[in-house]
């Protein structure tokens, strides 16, 4: 069964300094990846997603997030946080075949001035 | 606005009782998901539903129902409600069936509170 881990639950960063969450995951055949993020009191909107092809993704608002099958990762990354990237990230993983998506815990990120 | 609707907003009821949950998916997509948002269980896969008919079941009790009707809209039925039912509730839809990375669209979720 595929499965998603956050390690880190919660990371604060300045404003204007660059942020990464990482996101490994388990699973016997090429996933299919996913950053969700999801702002308080609100549903979860998809900021990239990763099929196949180019192992660097690009999406909204800035984020990219870097697939990486020997190292079983797909870290999200942005080089310049804004005040409003505060909110939780969801890593989630789906594969072919699988209809569902399972995600990790979570990792809220806090911006400070 | 991601295009999936979810009504009501905010349920408050209490042990015991049922409620219906509903979602209307995108226009378009033929596929309804239901997930479960607990502080303990984290973000859980309950149900999806395929034109109408059942493709894949999570983690969803017994006591949890769905459908999803001609319209494609799907409602989520959970009864005989327990305290820790208490959860958000998301309903997601996605074009076909996901098994090729269709990307999942989410509402804006139901909270539901058991007292």
């Known amino acids: 069964a595929q499965s998603v881990t956050q390690p880190d639950i919660h990371i604060t960063v300045s404003e204007g300094a660059s942020l990464e969450l990482r996101c490994n995951y388990s699973y016997g055949a090429t996933p299919y990846l996913f950053w969700y993020v999801q702002s308080p009191g609100q549903g979860l909107q998809l900021l990239l997603k990763y099929f196949s092809g180019d192992t660097l993704v690009q999406g909204i608002k800035g984020f990219e997030a870097e697939f990486k099958r020997s190292q079983s990762s797909f870290n999200l990354r942005k080089p310049s946080v804004h005040w409003s990237d505060a909110a939780e990230y969801f890593c989630a993983v789906g594969a072919f075949n699988d209809y569902k998506l399972s995600f990790g815990a979570g990792t809220t990120v806090t911006v400070r001035a | 606005d991601s295009g999936v609707t979810q009504t009501p907003k905010h349920l408050i009821t209490a042990t015991g009782q049922r409620v219906t949950l509903r979602c209307s998916p995108r226009s378009g997509d033929l596929s309804v998901y239901w997930y479960q948002q607990s502080l303990d269980q984290g973000l859980q896969f309950l149900i999806q539903?395929?034109?109408?008919?059942?493709?894949a079941k999570g983690n969803i009790l017994e006591r949890f129902s769905a459908q999803q009707f001609p319209d494609l809209h799907s409602e989520l039925n959970l009864s005989s409600l327990e305290l820790g039912d208490s959860a958000l509730y998301f309903c997601a839809s996605s074009v076909g069936i996901s098994d090729r990375g269709d990307e999942q669209f989410f509402g804006p979720g139901t909270r539901l509170t058991v007292l």
């Open positions: 539903y395929y034109n109408g008919e059942e493709r």
